[in-house]
């Protein structure tokens, strides 16, 4: 519940609106024949600031509205409806002639009235719309499920940033507080030794909450039979998020199973007073016990286990195309390959699957029939046509939309796939992922990342010298001639080295610093390119590409580079969220003029994918523009890219991770990911390999970043030339 000072705010405010409102009435009765019309600001400056959907018959949806401008603001006229405006079974809510909102105020319009226009807000969460006078959309919002208090609302007023929290009708948003922040929002009694009986804590504002402190105790430690389970230091509940406390199987003494059959459980701040309590019912060992929606007062036996995630009371299905075929023959039809994302199998009946043919209703769309099971984390295909049945359509080979609707005619997925050869096909990469690819291994009703993998043996030729103890890059310009570099913050030298290690020359850029170098290219003259655009923060608005000549045409140990300024068409945030971290460019290749950039993942969740950036080899300042991506697996070792090649000869792009060699060949034009791909999987895993060059087609070399009393090693490896 609200505290009474935040009760007090409301009450003033609607006292503070009833002269407005006695105003409006007086000039909606009264004949003036020359009024005096204010100056008003153009009605856009009026926006949609917060949506309440959790009314009730005492406090009904409401709908707030802000005025930005500098000046008072005329909406007389003006319309604000929801989605059964939009169908027409509902006439739109008109404001009142002489509706005014003056500059940075508010004003709040109840629309669950009884009036033919009032419309309510689904709990579920929909969309608004706000219309100005002359028809023109003004302004909507698209608003998720709120938990009970709560609203949407712009963070700060006026804002383009929405955020859900308290409700604070009428004054500015997040200027509201609740007593008692967290609330218990899930339970789960019928836990094992291995996953012991666990309670979900829900934040409801929209900042963090630290819980340090707080206890949760069953019968036992409300009786003193047993130490209350205290939540340890530095216990933070994310914004709108949610923190699971396992409550057994520490070896604490305030360990506690939670009873099968229910029992009571208390939560308790650090002063002592219980902030939340339930008596939670018995369960089954696939049920949960929790509030629906999050937050609300509405407990429940849930169907659905969502452990530190949004409760649910339906069984989840989740469903995605992964993979399209669309150069089929008469005996082998063009075909659609369904995915499922969950570790439960799927049911599917009754969705349909379509092209533009079915959805411009021109002809049935496909059904799924009764029965249909997805596997666990399995695949099943669809084939599209040759059964003679109506709603058969081939895919198209120049690329088109297709389109897989539940049974609740709800669209479940959409992709546009592009022209595709006939040994190709396009697919999701990781199953289930959200990035597509074209790929020259079809992989119908498999992995999407079957690549073949050929374990391959690192032979050591030599150790670097003490002058390279960290070597973040390789090129070879010559034969027998390793040109590398230290890593960041070190001189701003090339040392060049033989297989064995020998330290032959040096070379001193004289015009530029080592910030962070991480990796070096050649192209068709034996330029070197080095690359300063290592990132581990995510945080650099200088990267740079630094070029200088063939070294064997370089007569003298100094050289100043040619520089390419560059930025990153997709980056606007330094640094940026941590889950969008994925900017640090570790690795570059050169080929026809361009040079290709890849990143090295450090975006948490963990997304395991590189992504792919081309700009000009030339010197200027430049944008680097997204070019594909790609993904390397679900760990460091597995994914954290940092070396690439080309081998200027055959075509073959080679890219270093800790385990492995990942070698693209036969792709068209410079699309590396759509050719053929070959995993080398180390025998045996090496120290940390931060550079990668090819030595002719057949062999590459791998240096290792050391130390100043260990260097690294060079590595030499044998692949096939085609």
């Known amino acids: ?197 666990w309670v979900e804590i829900y934040n409801l504002t929209s900042t963090p909450v630290d819980i340090s402190g707080y206890m949760i105790y069953d019968i036992g430690g409300y009786t003193g039979n047993r130490p209350k389970k205290e939540l340890p230091a530095g216990t933070i509940v994310p914004a709108n998020g949610y923190y699971v406390i396992s409550t057994e199987g520490s070896g604490d003494a305030s360990d506690f199973g939670l009873s099968s059959a229910g029992e009571n459980l208390w939560l308790e701040n650090p002063s002592g007073a219980v902030v939340d309590s339930v008596l939670f019912a018995a369960m089954i060992e696939t049920q949960t016990y929790g509030r629906l929606p999050d937050g609300s007062a509405n407990w429940q036996i849930l169907t659905t286990i969502t452990k530190g995630t949004a409760n649910s009371n339906v069984l989840p299905v989740s469903v995605v195309m992964n993979e399209i075929y669309s150069r089929g023959t008469t005996i082998e039809p063009d075909w659609i390959e369904i995915y499922n994302k969950l570790s439960t199998p799927g049911d599917i009946s009754g969705y349909k699957i379509y092209d533009n043919g079915g959805e411009q209703a021109a002809k049935p769309k496909k059904v799924i029939p009764d029965g249909t099971i997805v596997p666990a984390n399995g695949f099943i295909v669809i084939t599209t046509e040759g059964s003679g049945d109506p709603s058969d359509f081939g895919l198209s080979s120049a690329g088109e939309k297709v389109w897989l609707e539940n049974s609740n005619g709800g669209i479940a997925d959409s992709v546009t796939f592009p022209a595709m050869a006939e040994l190709q096909s396009y697919g999701r990469s990781p199953d289930g992922g959200t990035t597509w690819q074209l790929s020259g291994r079809i992989t119908k009703g498999l992995s999407n990342l079957s690549n073949p993998k050929v374990p391959v043996t690192l032979s050591i030729t030599g150790q670097l010298p003490a002058e390279l103890r960290e070597s973040s890059g390789l090129a070879i310009t010559a034969a027998g001639k390793l040109w590398s570099h230290n890593d960041a913050n070190n001189s701003n030298v090339l040392h060049c080295v033989n297989p064995a290690g020998q330290l032959l020359r040096t070379l001193t850029i004289t015009n530029v610093n080592n910030i962070d170098w991480e990796d070096l290219a050649t192209d068709n ?65 050169w080929k026809q003029d361009t040079i290709f950039l890849f990143t090295k993942d450090r975006s948490s969740p963990f997304t395991g994918i590189s992504k792919m950036y081309k700009l000009p080899a030339v010197p200027g300042t430049h944008v680097a523009k997204l070019a594909g991506s790609y993904f390397l697996g679900n760990n460091v070792n597995a994914a954290w890219l940092t070396a690439a090649d080309i081998d200027h000869a055959a075509g073959a792009l080679v890219l270093l991770v800790k385990e492995r060699l990942i070698v693209f060949r036969n792709y068209p034009g410079n699309n590396f990911f759509a050719g053929e791909i070959i995993e080398y999987v180390f025998n045996t895993l090496p120290g940390q390999v931060e550079a990668v060059a090819f030595s002719g087609s057949s062999k590459i070399y791998i240096t290792e970043e050391g130390s100043a009393s260990v260097p690294g090693n060079i590595y030499e490896v044998s692949i096939p030339s085609k």
Not at 2 to 21: A, D, G, T, W
Not at 122 to 127: F, I, P, Q
Not at 170 to 182: D, H, I, M, Q, Y
Not at 543 to 564: C, F, H, K, S
Request: net charge negative.
């Open 525 to 589: 003259q034996k330029r070197i390119y080095i690359n300063d655009a290592g990132n581990n923060t995510n945080s650099r608005t200088d990267l740079a590409i630094y070029r200088i000549p063939d070294p064997e045409t370089i007569t003298g140990n100094e050289v100043a580079a040619e520089i390419i300024n560059f930025t990153l068409e997709d980056q606007n945030a330094f640094p940026p969220p941590a889950s969008n971290a994925n900017y640090d460019i570790e690795s570059i290749a």
């Open 1 to 197: 519940m609200l505290n009474n000072r935040i009760k007090l705010k409301y009450f003033l405010n609607i006292v503070k609106s009833v002269p407005v409102i006695l105003l409006l009435t007086i000039i909606s009765c009264t004949e003036d024949k020359n009024p005096v019309v204010p100056p008003a600001q153009a009605a856009e400056t009026v926006k949609i600031n917060e949506v309440h959907s959790r009314g009730n018959a005492v406090t009904p949806d409401w709908i707030e509205l802000y005025n930005t401008g500098t000046a008072e603001a005329d909406i007389s006229g003006y319309k604000i409806f929801g989605e059964e405006s939009v169908t027409g079974s509902k006439a739109k809510k008109v404001l009142a002639p002489g509706t005014v909102i003056p500059a940075g105020r508010y004003l709040v319009i109840t629309i669950d009235d009884s009036s033919a226009s009032g419309f309510n807000l689904s709990v579920e969460g929909g969309k608004v719309w706000f219309e100005n006078s002359k028809g023109a959309i003004a302004d909507s919002v698209t608003f998720p499920a709120l938990a009970t208090n709560y609203s949407y609302g712009r963070q700060p007023d006026g804002s383009d940033t929405w955020e859900a929290g308290i409700a604070s009708r009428g004054v500015s948003n997040g200027s509201t507080t609740l007593e008692n922040p967290v609330v218990m929002n899930e339970i789960y009694s019928r836990g094992t030794v291995g996953a012991p009986d």
